[in-house]
């Protein structure tokens, strides 16, 4: 038998908001059922001798609001499979997280309809609406709100601030944004906005479920803190007719050495162990994705939408093991099965095409790293340290009487070697290698500040004497 509800918006409750189909469908006989009797149209159905259950012995029995939305609706469809129909009233239909999971939960015999009505938003959006400098207004409730979705030039009315708690996390994510001291508006009790720095969001005499707080917009010029969107659109602005002369006339090729430059500037921050640096070294490479982005753009090859779309689609078919479901999903993972995904996704290729998609372009320890990588994933059995450490041995013995031609040679297979060795243990023979020549340039300095008259002054000594003291 198919279970039908009828959810109505009621909006603050006054019976003069009321839409005569709304009015008809409270008087009609059957279920009614009201999220909670506190609402001011319990007064108005009482006062009418409309019978009514309402949701309010949940609410002490559920430890969070995800659980009293869940339980509600359960609740709802159960009276609903019982009697065949249900009419549910709550404040607003389209923010009320109960009904997010009236839809959540609905079997297969069950169906909803939403009356439309005058709504608890747009009694919030009419008493703020003179605070917002746009119509472009995004209404959400507290439960499915994240800072990161933010967009800060666009105003927000987040409801359902249900208690103090609620109000604290929703305070903590609009701060990713948002100043602490930035003005928000509260909505209490009596409908009425209340301007409060966001800072004491949380620190408000009373919440409930018809709680809600109203952030203002402000666009990217009048506000410290920044989104990708802007970050695009200044990197727009600065390669329109009339931007900078120098952002007009870069290509990807001419972008090349800016780009390798900033990654290495993001490793050598990581080092310093400083995290503001790292932040502004993080930008700096980011802006020259955005750049790449905006030139691709330009002369339609592609879009930031097209590069986000190809990382997140990457990242979510190779990690089955997190994002998979039902009998998809793997019960373990490991590096081979993550180099099977990778020759599924790049087609039918023998081992050496695999060898050679790899960029030779890539700084040479990085690119014989991933060929090591490869060549050991497809091996049986793997070298031990004592073997590698063995031919590294020979190899520098054979060093002094070799051949120039055989030098090179050997040099090469010696790097190589190193290379294999780094990765037996674990590390990045590319970081390490900066790593030790930023430890190099710390030793001269430190000589240099000896001065000249020191025995071990960088001026009196020979290179193998320098070489001698790393």
Not at 117 to 135: E, K, M, W
Not at 349 to 368: D, G, H, K, M, N
Not at 380 to 389: D, M, P, V
Request: charged fraction near 25%.
């Amino acid at each position: 038998m198919t279970s039908f509800i009828t959810v109505l918006s009621v909006g603050p409750g006054d019976p003069e908001f009321l839409n005569e189909i709304t009015i008809k469908k409270l008087r009609e006989p059957g279920t009614l059922l009201l999220r909670t009797k506190l609402h001011a149209l319990s007064s108005f159905l009482d006062i009418h001798n409309i019978p009514y259950c309402s949701m309010d012995s949940l609410y002490d029995t559920m430890d969070d609001f995800d659980n009293l939305s869940a339980a509600i609706a359960e609740c709802v469809w159960k009276t609903a499979g019982e009697n065949g129909s249900a009419v549910y009233a709550v404040a607003d239909a389209m923010t009320d997280s109960s009904v997010d999971a009236l839809y959540r939960f609905r079997p297969e015999s069950g169906e909803i309809r939403i009356v439309p009505g005058f709504s608890y938003a747009d009694y919030y959006l009419s008493a703020c609406r003179g605070f917002f400098s746009t119509s472009d207004i995004r209404i959400c409730p507290a439960a499915s709100f994240s800072g990161l979705s933010l967009d800060p030039s666009r105003p927000i009315l987040i409801t359902e601030l249900n208690d103090a708690i609620t109000a604290g996390d929703i305070k903590t994510a609009l701060s990713v944004f948002v100043d602490d001291e930035e003005t928000v508006f509260f909505f209490g009790t009596d409908g009425t906005p209340y301007p409060v720095p966001l800072y004491e969001l949380d620190r408000q005499p009373h919440y409930d479920h018809l709680s809600a707080v109203a952030v203002p917009g402000k666009d990217k010029m009048n506000r410290e803190r920044k989104t990708l969107t802007d970050l695009m659109e200044i990197m727009d602005t600065l390669r329109s007719p009339g931007g900078c002369p120098w952002d007009q006339k870069q290509t990807h090729e001419t972008l090349k050495p800016y780009l390798v430059e900033e990654a290495w500037e993001v490793v050598d921050a990581i080092g310093q162990e400083d995290s503001q640096h790292l932040a502004e070294e993080l930008g700096d490479l980011l802006f020259q994705v955005v750049f790449h982005a905006s030139i691709g753009n330009s002369f339609d090859e592609f879009t930031m939408v097209d590069i986000i779309s190809c990382i997140s689609n990457k990242m979510i078919r190779r990690h089955p093991h997190v994002f998979a479901s039902g009998d998809q999903k793997p019960s373990s993972f490991s590096e081979a099965a993550w180099d099977q995904i990778k020759q599924k996704e790049q087609g039918d290729q023998s081992f050496t095409e695999s060898l050679e998609s790899v960029s030779s372009s890539l700084p040479s320890l990085r690119y014989a790293q991933k060929i090591i990588r490869k060549i050991q994933t497809a091996s049986r059995k793997q070298s031990s340290e004592e073997y590698i450490l063995s031919n590294l041995l020979n190899q520098f013995q054979q060093l002094q009487d070799a051949s120039p031609d055989h030098r090179k040679d050997l040099l090469g297979k010696i790097l190589f070697f190193c290379v294999v060795l780094a990765r037996q243990y674990g590390v990045d023979s590319e970081v390490i290698l900066h790593e030790y020549v930023q430890k190099v340039i710390e030793t001269c300095q430190s000589l240099e500040k000896r001065g000249k008259n020191d025995a071990k002054s960088l001026g009196t000594l020979d290179f193998q004497g320098f070489l001698s003291i790393l």
